[in-house]
């Protein structure tokens, strides 16, 4: 059967040759499509019509041949529309862990099992006073029940809208004054620890910044006798399939308990509603693998020491530096909004998964920072930009003001908890802003991220380093 299919085109092919092919010397032919045809002698063919057959015999024959080639692009071609890059995202999966894993098995083998997770706990629980970061964030149980029952006095009229503001501005000023003031005067705090209680704090103030202001819009829409929340409430919540209870749709002031609230403060999010998207079930599949992805990713560590600072050896160590921080950034931004967010919010059933967007994408830094951290982009966009929008100021005066207050928290949790202060992060970023503003192209905004963020670690470390070792040598 092979060597029969192998021989009807070859046959075909030296058929066709001497149909459409010239005539003996001196003769003149035309295309092979059944005209006619001059032979040596000046004389036509005396059967025209089975020359013509005999052609289109020929034409049908190759015409039922399959067709290997087609009008196609590359697949990583713009032009191609592929969009599933699975296999190259695992891949530079694979490498992160196996760059890194040398590192990991280097130091285990060097120095061992450092941190005992048991001795930890039996050390916090028989000292507690000497861990003084987990401490803080117990604390901050006060500040939640102070805004809890600050609403609740709100919501039956005990207290005025002038004194629950009131009140309001002394427990979010407290709550950023109060950790950074812990964070400067003990002595055994840690940076690490500086770092984790008043990123815990941040976090804390938006979140009840969020609450106060949903609240107050409940109040405003129930003054004026109005029956839906619309600013307040999401999309009904959905009914669990493994036959337990429904999620009750819950309306001001039914909200004010204990259990709303602290579902709010656990939940992945920075913006307060009554009732949230809620998912049907837990995957406990899908919860061990974000669990494992966290462990995992909570293995990678790096540390890089430098004793002098002249401009030469400064630009060998940012460049040096660069491309593992950068690194260590991705797999951070991996670990926190993917694998722990995740895993959060299936664990609460929290149905808004939005976490980030294709900032990697981005071909300005106000998209960028529009995309890659969603939870504080919508609380600021809520409760930040369309506040001041409202007031009659311009795109710009609002889309500055929202750099500055980011600028002033990332300054916030780098210069506190190092007990120094450089504006570095603050500079950083406004300069970030104001000089890469515009259509600059993805790859400025991934040379900007490579670069900038190795500068800004360099000089803090730089300076953290003379701080406290020059000047005790």
């Known amino acids: ?59 049908q024959v190759y015409d039922m041949t399959p067709n290997c080639h087609v009008l196609q692009e590359s697949l990583l071609s713009s032009a191609s529309g592929y969009s599933n890059y699975r296999g190259i995202l695992n891949w530079c999966v694979v490498m992160l862990v196996l760059s890194n894993a040398r590192l990991f098995l280097e130091n285990l083998l060097k120095y061992g099992i450092l941190v005992d997770p048991i001795q930890v706990v039996s050390l ?60 400067l005067t003990l002595t055994s705090m840690t940076p690490a620890g500086g770092v984790f209680a008043l990123g815990v704090y941040t976090i804390l103030f938006m979140k009840l910044y969020s609450y106060k202001d949903v609240n107050m819009w409940c109040r405003e829409i129930r003054n004026t006798k109005a029956r839906t929340l619309t600013r307040s409430h999401s999309c009904p919540s959905v009914a669990q399939s493994n036959g337990s209870a429904v999620h009750a749709h819950v309306f001001y002031p039914g909200n004010l308990t204990h259990r709303d609230i602290y579902y709010f403060v656990f939940a992945p999010t920075l913006c307060y509603e009554l009732n949230f998207p809620r ?25 890089p020491l430098w004793q002098d600072m002249d401009f030469s050896r400064m630009m060998e160590r940012m460049l040096k530096l660069a491309v593992p921080n950068h690194l260590i950034w991705l797999i951070f ?11 959060v919010a299936e664990l609460m059933q929290f149905g808004d998964r939005e976490f980030y967007r294709d900032w990697w994408n981005s071909e300005t830094v106000t998209y960028f920072w529009s995309n890659w951290n969603i939870p504080v982009h919508k609380w600021c966009l809520r409760h930040f930009y369309k ?5 009659g100021a311009n795109k710009w005066v609002a889309q500055t003001a929202v750099f500055l207050v980011s600028a002033f928290f990332h300054e916030y949790l780098v210069s506190v908890p190092l007990k120094m202060f450089r504006l570095w992060a603050f500079m950083g970023m406004m300069s970030q802003y104001l000089v890469l503003e515009g259509n600059h192209g993805n790859a400025a905004v991934w040379i900007s991220l490579i670069i900038g963020q190795p500068v800004a670690v360099l000089m803090y470390v730089h300076d953290y380093y003379v701080i406290h070792y020059m000047s005790q040598s």
Request: charged share 20%.
């Open 1 to 59: 059967m092979g060597d029969r299919n192998d021989r009807v085109p070859m046959m075909t092919g030296r058929t066709r040759r001497s149909t459409i092919g010239p005539t003996p010397a001196g003769g003149n032919s035309k295309q092979a499509n059944g005209s006619k045809q001059s032979s040596a002698g000046g004389k036509t063919p005396s059967h025209p019509s089975h020359s013509n057959g005999k052609v289109k015999k020929e034409k």
């Open 124 to 183: 916090f629980l028989k000292d507690p006073y000497s861990w003084p970061a987990p401490c803080l964030v117990i604390v901050s149980n006060v500040f939640i029940m102070a805004a809890l029952y600050t609403e609740r006095r709100l919501s039956v009229g005990t207290i005025s809208e002038t004194t629950g503001t009131f009140l309001y501005l002394v427990n979010l000023t407290t709550l950023l004054c109060f950790p950074s003031a812990t964070v």
């Open 279 to 303: 998912s049907p079930r837990i995957r406990k599949s899908f919860l061990l693998r974000r669990l494992f992805e966290m462990v995992r990713g909570d293995l990678v560590s790096c540390t």
């Open 333 to 343: 931004f991996y670990w926190f909004f993917h694998s722990s967010m995740n895993f």
């Open 387 to 391: 506040p001041i929008m409202r007031r």
